[in-house]
């Protein structure tokens, strides 16, 4: 299919997805970017809290080297600002790691702009990795227009909103609560996917003129934003991948974007995209 980006996190399983992607990529391992990111204390199995000290991340970029069966991590990002470690510390650890060719570029996750710009004076960064979609589009307020002035590549997570935007799920969607965070989430509860139906509508609206589903609309609009952003949507199907890739293939007119944006953005969305701890953790 000629997909070469693959974004995985000691965090998610934990350790158990990078393990998997280590396993599955080792064939094709110089022929493909492997993103891995740091950040977190993790215990029985749980995440236990922020951790970007320098000791730290060294001792995380180690094991996570074994568990993807490589000798170096394409693009490392820290995974969430820590609070209790500058900024200028945690960018100094990935420069040193990136001089003994352990790692090769430095990205951040859901970072704000001013802690892009201190780390960035000490270890230029490559990426930012944050939300973003037509559900959460704060960054275009300040960290994508930072991205754009320093030359930062820009990767949403969640571009199809957590399948929202596919229009596959709906108030009486059951997730399984093992693996899944969207029952914790105040934008997936029964109330609010109702009062967010509309946006569905429009997308599908749209793409029902022109051969394209809610979610391929979804993306595309997301590729038309700026050149230099890269959405990168999870998917468990072989199936929704292929929807997902052939939503690149799709260029709008001036006036269809201009007109889908405009239809767009008088969209009220309905629900907090985080709460609690994990809101605290973000655009920091």
């Given at each position: 299919?000629?997909v070469?980006?693959?974004?995985?996190?000691?965090?998610?399983?934990?350790?158990?997805?990078?393990?998997?992607?280590?396993?599955?990529?080792?064939?094709?391992?110089?022929?493909?970017?492997?993103?891995?990111?740091?950040?977190?204390?993790?215990?029985?199995?749980?995440?236990?809290g922020l951790?970007?000290?320098?000791?730290?991340?060294?001792e995380?970029?180690?094991?996570?080297?074994?568990?993807?069966?490589?000798?170096?991590?394409d693009?490392?990002?820290?995974?969430?600002?820590?609070?209790?470690?500058?900024?200028?510390?945690?960018?100094?650890?990935?420069?040193?790691?990136?001089?003994?060719?352990?790692v090769?570029?430095?990205?951040?996750?859901?970072?704000?702009?001013?802690?892009?710009?201190?780390?960035?004076?000490?270890?230029?960064?490559?990426?930012?990795?944050?939300?973003?979609?037509?559900?959460?589009?704060?960054?275009?307020?300040?960290?994508?227009?930072?991205?754009e002035?320093l030359?930062?590549?820009f990767?949403?997570?969640?571009?199809?909103?957590?399948?929202?935007?596919?229009?596959?799920?709906?108030?009486?969607?059951?997730?399984?609560?093992?693996?899944?965070?969207?029952?914790?989430?105040p934008?997936?509860?029964?109330?609010?996917?109702?009062?967010n139906?509309?946006?569905?509508?429009?997308?599908?609206?749209?793409?029902?003129?022109?051969?394209?589903?809610a979610?391929?609309?979804?993306?595309?609009?997301?590729?038309a934003?700026?050149?230099?952003?890269?959405?990168?949507?999870?998917?468990?199907?072989?199936?929704?991948?292929?929807?997902?890739?052939?939503?690149?293939?799709?260029?709008?007119?001036?006036?269809?974007?201009?007109?889908?944006?405009?239809a767009?953005s008088?969209?009220?969305i309905?629900?907090d995209r985080?709460?609690?701890?994990?809101a605290?953790?973000?655009?920091?």
């Amino acid at each position: 299919m000629g997909v070469t980006f693959f974004d995985t996190a000691e965090a998610y399983g934990p350790f158990k997805n990078e393990a998997l992607v280590g396993e599955a990529l080792a064939p094709f391992r110089k022929d493909i970017i492997i993103c891995s990111k740091f950040g977190f204390n993790i215990q029985d199995g749980k995440l236990a809290g922020l951790n970007s000290k320098p000791a730290h991340i060294r001792e995380v970029v180690e094991q996570s080297l074994k568990r993807l069966k490589t000798d170096y991590i394409d693009l490392l990002y820290q995974h969430r600002v820590d609070p209790n470690v500058p900024i200028e510390d945690v960018a100094g650890t990935v420069k040193d790691l990136i001089q003994e060719g352990k790692v090769k570029h430095f990205g951040l996750s859901e970072a704000g702009a001013q802690t892009i710009r201190k780390a960035h004076a000490v270890q230029p960064l490559t990426a930012l990795q944050s939300e973003y979609s037509l559900m959460t589009r704060q960054p275009e307020n300040d960290v994508i227009k930072v991205c754009e002035e320093l030359g930062i590549g820009f990767v949403p997570y969640s571009p199809v909103s957590r399948g929202f935007l596919s229009g596959y799920i709906n108030e009486h969607t059951k997730y399984n609560p093992d693996n899944d965070n969207r029952p914790t989430l105040p934008r997936y509860q029964p109330d609010a996917i109702k009062a967010n139906w509309v946006m569905i509508d429009t997308l599908s609206e749209f793409g029902n003129q022109r051969g394209l589903t809610a979610a391929q609309v979804a993306l595309a609009w997301l590729l038309a934003q700026k050149p230099f952003i890269v959405p990168i949507p999870g998917t468990t199907k072989l199936a929704h991948l292929q929807e997902n890739l052939w939503s690149a293939g799709y260029e709008f007119t001036s006036q269809e974007l201009q007109e889908l944006t405009a239809a767009l953005s008088k969209i009220k969305i309905v629900g907090d995209r985080y709460t609690g701890v994990q809101a605290e953790q973000t655009n920091k």
